[in-house]
């Protein structure tokens, strides 16, 4: 799974961001600003051994992937319902679950969803909100 970002100049200092994360950084450079947001990932996931890497797509524009799709999918869960402003349990509810670990249990990296279970899941967390993510390749 990557998450697509931007980076960009602003005055003296590069700024990369991750919209669907709402994250951002800077640096003094492009390329202390892309170091800068891969390290912010890996803090956010808080995984040992656990490692992002960057993927530059042009002059402005970056992917960033993860070592662990199930922390990866578990960030990007709980970064949306933080987003929202919902708790736990008004994601059960907006599920139809008897339980708030029904959402929870994915947020912690417990289980991880299919893809269907994902758009599921972000659409409870973000209601009318479409998103794109792209799954990486492996060859």
Same mark, same amino acid.
């Given at each position: 799974?990557?998450?697509?970002?931007?980076?960009?100049?602003?005055?003296?200092?590069?700024?990369?961001?991750?919209?669907?994360?709402?994250?951002?950084?800077?640096? +003094?450079? !492009?390329? *202390?600003?892309?170091?800068?947001?891969? #390290?912010?990932?890996?803090?956010?996931?808080? %995984?040992?051994?656990? =490692?992002?890497?960057?993927?530059? +797509?042009? !002059?402005? *524009?970056?992917?960033?992937?993860?070592? #662990?799709?199930?922390?990866?999918?578990?960030? %990007?869960?709980?970064? =949306?319902?933080?987003?929202?402003?919902?708790?736990?349990? *008004?994601?059960?509810?907006?599920?139809?679950?008897?339980?708030?670990?029904?959402?929870?249990?994915?947020?912690?990296?417990?289980?991880?969803?299919?893809?269907?279970?994902?758009?599921?899941?972000?659409?409870?967390?973000?209601?009318?909100?479409?998103?794109?993510?792209?799954?990486?390749?492996?060859?």
């Amino acid at each position: 799974m990557r998450f697509e970002g931007r980076v960009f100049r602003d005055g003296r200092f590069w700024l990369a961001e991750i919209p669907l994360l709402d994250g951002m950084t800077q640096g +003094r450079t !492009r390329k *202390e600003a892309l170091l800068m947001i891969g #390290d912010w990932l890996e803090s956010l996931v808080d %995984l040992e051994g656990f =490692r992002a890497e960057v993927h530059p +797509r042009g !002059r402005d *524009e970056f992917e960033i992937s993860g070592s #662990d799709p199930a922390a990866m999918t578990a960030l %990007l869960l709980r970064r =949306r319902r933080q987003a929202s402003g919902a708790s736990l349990s *008004e994601l059960a509810s907006r599920l139809r679950a008897s339980s708030r670990n029904a959402y929870a249990r994915y947020e912690r990296g417990e289980a991880v969803p299919t893809v269907e279970k994902l758009d599921e899941l972000l659409k409870a967390a973000s209601p009318g909100t479409d998103f794109v993510i792209r799954l990486a390749h492996r060859s």
